[in-house]
């Protein structure tokens, strides 16, 4: 049943890439109360599912590193949490100190370079939400439910941060490359099972990198984001997790 909803729910996330740029009525600025309760939801269920699932993978990994120079990250996985936080912070940097760059060079465009490496670092990031889909202990059918509608808003936040930054460049090759990756990684979850180590680390990365995206297009005073959508969202989706 799971392979059957996961398949179905990996379609939608390809489809919230391709089309997202037709929602019109989600704008930027002032920033669409839709947008703003989806990222109190994805907030939600990184703080009420996958860090609860670190401590889980924590435990799971306990005593599998024989190395003595990485077994502290048996112990210390939120330390990697804290590690995807500041290398998502680090590319919102760089992509922005890029764009002050051309700007004085009267070009609005991102470099190349710093184009690929931050749609590269997105498309990681999907690749691991994609295998997630199918290789998540899920708690019954509405679990796999709640973490489309968390990841499908959270990517239709993301949509609309990376096309502001990138404009054409990011309908062009960004949005087509974050679909294939995602479905990348859900074929891969299907036909194989990736070591508990590298995905209980990436989960961590990953943890760190929606609380990251989802505070910089929350946070800044231009965005004008809504306070009370953003809190509904944050209430309703954590009700709707504790009581599953």
């Known amino acids: 049943m799971f392979e059957w909803l996961g398949f ?4 939608g996330f390809i489809l919230i890439h391709i089309f997202s740029k037709q929602m019109k009525f989600l704008k930027a ?11 109190g939801i994805s907030v939600a269920y990184v703080f009420l599912h996958l860090l609860p699932d670190l401590a889980k993978y924590q435990d799971e990994i306990h005593g599998a590193l024989e190395n003595e120079s990485w077994s502290f990250l048996e112990n210390h996985i939120y330390l990697i949490a804290m590690l995807g936080l500041a290398i998502f912070y680090g590319l919102e940097q760089m992509v922005k100190s890029s764009r002050r760059r051309n700007s004085k060079m009267e070009s609005a465009n991102t470099p190349t370079g710093v184009f690929w490496v931050h749609i590269g670092s ?44 990138h404009q054409e460049d990011y309908d062009k090759y960004g949005r087509w490359l974050l679909a294939a990756a995602i479905f990348i990684g859900w074929l891969v979850g299907m036909f194989t099972e990736v070591n508990k180590l590298i995905v209980s680390i990436a989960v961590a990365l990953l943890a760190g990198g929606i609380v990251l995206n989802v505070l910089k297009e929350e946070l800044p005073e231009e965005r004008e984001s809504s306070f009370g959508a953003f809190c509904l969202g944050l209430a309703g989706y954590s009700i709707l997790l504790l009581f599953l």
């Open 8 to 11: 179905i729910f990996i379609i």
């Open 29 to 39: 600025v002032p920033r669409s109360r839709l947008l703003s309760v989806g990222g």
């Open 122 to 165: 997105f498309a990681l990031y999907n690749a691991l939400i994609g295998y997630l889909l199918i290789r998540e202990d899920y708690e019954g059918e509405w679990g796999i439910v709640f973490f489309f509608v968390a990841m499908g808003v959270h990517f239709i936040t993301n949509d609309k941060g990376l096309r502001a930054t």
